[in-house]
Each structure stands twice: as C-alpha cells, then as structure tokens.
C-alpha cells in the first residue's frame, strides 16, 4: 500500500466568493424544480431527478484492513443495511433515449460515530457517479454548467433525443481511437450500455479518518461483471434502463465492491480540484467492504413512495470521519438540504433519515 497523507486543515482552501456561489447554485436549483413541478405536478430532484433502480441490500465491512483504510464506518468488520438509488444526471425526466451520465447513491444504515453538522440520524451516504471526476473543478465552474441546464430543461424531449444521437455518434468514433470526451458525455453522448456494469465514484474526496479518499464501487458479481460495457438498445422505450434494471434483479443477486482510493500526493491528487483523477498508480482504489443485493422488485410504487419520494442523499448524511472536502462538496452542503426540501414541501412527504430498511 503506497504511503497515504494524513489529513490537515491546509488541503481544503476556502474562496472568498464561495457563498455568493452557493447562494447562486440554489436559486438555479429551485428554477429547475419550480420549472419541472409545473411540468409534472410532482416535484423531482433537480439533478438525477429520474430514479432507474431503488434497491435494498447489505454491506459487509472486510476483516482485516491495513490501518489506513480501516477508518470511520470501516474501522472494524461488521455489517449494515443499505439503500442504492440508480439514476441519470438531467433534473428533468427524460426518456432513456436522451443518454446522459449515471449516478448511483448509496445510504448506509446505523452507523455510530460523531455525526458532522446538522446531519441527522445515524446513516452515511455515499454520492456517486459513472467517472473518475467531476465535470468541473469547482463550485464556481459548475454553476455555469448549472445554467446551461436549466436552459435547456423545458426543451423539447425531441430535440434533446436529436441531438443526444448525435453526441453518442461522436463519442463513438472519439472512443474508437481510444479516447474519452466527459464534455461529449455530459451533455447527452453517453453511450447507450447496461446501467448495472458501471463503476460509480465519489469524483470528490472526503476524509477517511485519519487520511482522505476518494471513493469507488465497482461490479464484482459474475452476472454483473458480463454487463460492463454490454450494449443496451432503449431506443421506444423511454424507461429502458429501469426495465433492465428490473429484469436483472427479478433473477439475480448482485455484489459490488466498495472501494478506497487514499490521497498519496498532495500535488497529483489536488483536494479543491474536482475535475482531476487521481492517478490509480499512484494509489490505486483498495477494497473496504462488499455489498450483497438478493433478487427483488427493484421498481413498485412503494418503493417509489419511500425510498424515492421519502429519502434524500447527501455525503453530509454522516459521520465526521467521512466530512466530505473540497468546493464541489462544500456547495452540496449549501444545495442539497434546499433541493430535498422543495420535494418534501410541495409533495407532502417528509423526507427523514431511516432507522431500518422499510419493511424489516
């Protein structure tokens, strides 16, 4: 295991800006909800606002982890119950179609610990998505982004399918001669493949008690391994990829791996900076605990109303040994309480942190 750097105060540099930011994000965020609740008349997430998945399963902490990586919730070996939420990146709900990059959340019930600020209950979240980074490299950057999709969320669905071929076309002959365009991705060129073979990372660090990590959770299960990468048509099927999802687990049991990657370098693996990957060799991504999913009805209107509608996800759901670092994460910390808000406001569902999974 390379050398990982214990965590200090001066890897985090606060902007003299950042609440203006924040404050900024958030009015950009209740457009898009405001936008998309006259649309639907329910009010949605205004990023990863449709649900492909709602899953409940076990993690299994792995026994005898070196010392820097058994840290907060994986300090000694034991299990929790969990909650995933599988999702694409549009705060409007699109037809599948209209390919964007996924996300999947995941809520850990039950954990002890010294809980961060404001955070509720006694569960940790884990915010992930289909990249080693984030899109941009901070807060400020991403605002623009932000914008730029608030534009476009009442844009007709024809147009965004039109165009999305048209990125994925691209992409397809960008990855043909062994690259990768997040930008081309991003903005609706993802390429049309099997949501449950993907790898899902933290993109930002957080810290991992005494250290700081970024944090992954990859595939491992044989059945699930054959879909990384698998092509997967949803073309006239706006909800392609919650039926595969489905199907999948109407016959399966899947198992992915949860995984750490530790900061090694100061320099190479940046904190503020989002949009860079740490380099995997220097620190490559060590497993930590694996997560177990029996075959179930992975979509019903129960789940929907109580795992969907009911929950929220925020890495600041959780323990001061995970406290998420860096501009991006700071400003979820401002945006997602206002974003879980809206939803529990306009919907009539209070949204709350579970103390067991529903029905147990």
């Not at 991992?208 to 595939?219: C, E, F, M, Q």
Request: proline share 9%; aromatic share 6%; hydrophobic share 40%.
């Amino acid at each position: 295991m390379p050398s990982p750097v214990r965590f200090d105060p001066s890897l985090e540099t606060v902007q003299p800006d950042e609440a203006e930011v924040q404050a900024e994000m958030i009015r950009v965020f209740a457009g898009i909800q405001e936008t998309t609740l006259k649309d639907y008349g329910h009010a949605v997430r205004g990023v990863h606002a449709k649900s492909h998945g709602l899953l409940t399963g076990r993690l299994t902490v792995l026994p005898d982890l070196p010392t820097p990586l058994a840290q907060g919730v994986f300090a000694a070996p034991g299990g929790y119950d969990v909650v995933l939420r599988l999702s694409t990146n549009p705060g409007d709900v699109l037809d599948d179609s209209v390919s964007t990059p996924r996300g999947l959340a995941l809520k850990v019930i039950g954990v002890p610990g010294e809980r961060l600020p404001d955070a509720g209950g006694d569960t940790q979240d884990f915010v992930m998505a289909n990249a080693p980074a984030f899109t941009a490299p901070d807060a400020k950057a991403f605002l623009k982004s932000l914008k730029l999709l608030a534009a476009t969320t009442d844009t007709p669905q024809v147009l965004k399918k039109v165009v999305s071929a048209a990125l994925r076309g691209i992409e397809t002959a960008v990855e043909a001669v062994g690259g990768k365009s997040p930008t081309l991705i991003a903005l609706g060129g993802h390429p049309e493949t099997h949501i449950l073979g993907e790898t899902f990372y933290s993109q930002a660090p957080l810290r991992w008690g005494d250290y700081v990590a970024k944090v992954a959770l990859a595939p491992v299960s044989p059945a699930l391994t054959a879909l990384t990468g698998a092509a997967l048509t949803v073309n006239g099927r706006p909800n392609g990829l919650r039926e595969a999802v489905s199907a999948f687990f109407a016959a399966h049991e899947g198992v992915w791996e949860l995984r750490a990657q530790l900061l090694t370098d100061r320099e190479a693996m940046p904190v503020e900076d989002a949009s860079v990957p740490w380099p995997e060799e220097a620190s490559p991504y060590l497993p930590v605990a694996r997560i177990t999913v029996a075959p179930q009805e992975s979509w019903s209107d129960e789940k929907v109303r109580t795992l969907d509608d009911g929950l929220a996800f925020s890495p600041w759901h959780g323990i001061a040994a995970h406290r998420p670092l860096g501009s991006v994460m700071r400003a979820r910390r401002a945006v997602y309480p206002r974003s879980a808000g809206f939803r529990a406001e306009r919907n009539g569902c209070p949204i709350h942190e579970p103390t067991r999974l529903p029905g147990a």
